[in-house]
């Protein structure tokens, strides 16, 4: 069936430090690879998406390319900010249309000033 | 943007005893919610869809019995935890998919923390 792997955290990085969390995916066809942010005391916010194979999705300064050949969809960001601080969700849409998302564990992240 | 509320955020309560916890839309019309659980350090897990007006559709490994979803209007859906055990102490979240905004349009609720005790 279909999984999402996310690396552990929790991740800490000094703020303007380079952000990688990465993402990989077992799907049968062509799903939809999402990031999700969630903040403290807040519900899960789309972050990027992208829908097919090369896509980039970005946002925010965060950016994500779907690699069909590597199967992942890893998160990054070249200069975080304290206000990132959150915790990330990588998620997959199945290619039937039924609005199921299937998540991994998450990754926290802890921007320090 | 679209606004899913969820209530309560924590609650704590005896083994035995039954909880709800209430999804709301705030300001579109949901036909279809989504009902997730997540245990410490792992995914969020689909426990059921819930559509308007009907029954639920369960996961797989689900009971269906214990956890009770009511989805009695387009902007209300709710989770019951019957007969609570320490076990099903757990992150539950919500989300709702908004109608023509697009096929991964999701909004989800802030979670409840339950601890059965």
């Known amino acids: 069936g279909n999984s999402v792997t996310q690396m552990e955290g929790p991740v800490t990085l000094s703020e303007e430090a380079f952000l990688t969390i990465n993402c990989t995916y077992t799907?049968?066809?062509?799903?939809?690879l999402f990031w999700y942010v969630q903040y403290p005391g807040e519900g899960l916010q789309l972050l990027l998406k992208?829908?097919?194979?090369?896509d980039k999705g970005s946002n925010k300064g965060f950016e994500a390319t779907y690699r069909k050949e590597t199967t992942s969809f890893h998160l990054e960001k070249g200069s975080v900010q304290v206000s990132d601080s959150a915790v990330y969700f990588c998620?997959?849409?199945?290619?039937?249309?039924?609005?199921?998302?299937?998540f991994g564990q998450g990754t926290t992240l802890q921007v320090k000033p | 943007g679209a606004v899913v509320s969820q209530h309560p955020s924590r609650v704590i309560c005896k083994s035995g005893t039954s909880v709800k916890i209430e999804c709301r839309s705030l300001?579109?019309?949901?036909?279809?919610m989504f009902w997730y659980r997540q245990f410490p350090k792992q995914s969020l897990m689909l426990m059921a869809t819930?559509?308007?007006?009907?029954?639920?559709?369960?996961e797989q490994g689900v009971e269906k019995d214990k956890f009770l979803i009511n989805h009695a209007s387009l902007t209300l859906s709710t989770l019951t935890v019957t007969s609570a055990h320490p076990e099903d102490s757990s992150f539950y979240i919500c989300?709702?998919?908004?109608?023509?905004?697009?096929?991964?349009?999701?909004?989800f609720g802030s979670g409840t923390q339950l601890s059965v005790l």
């Open positions: 300001d579109f019309q949901a036909t279809t």
């Open positions: 799907a049968t066809g062509y799903p939809s």
């Open positions: 992208a829908t097919k194979a090369d």
């Open positions: 998620a997959l849409k199945g290619s039937s249309n039924t609005g199921k998302l299937i």
């Open positions: 989300s709702a998919r908004a109608p023509g905004a697009g096929r991964e349009k999701l909004f």
């Open positions: 819930s559509n308007e007006g009907s029954k639920a559709t369960y």
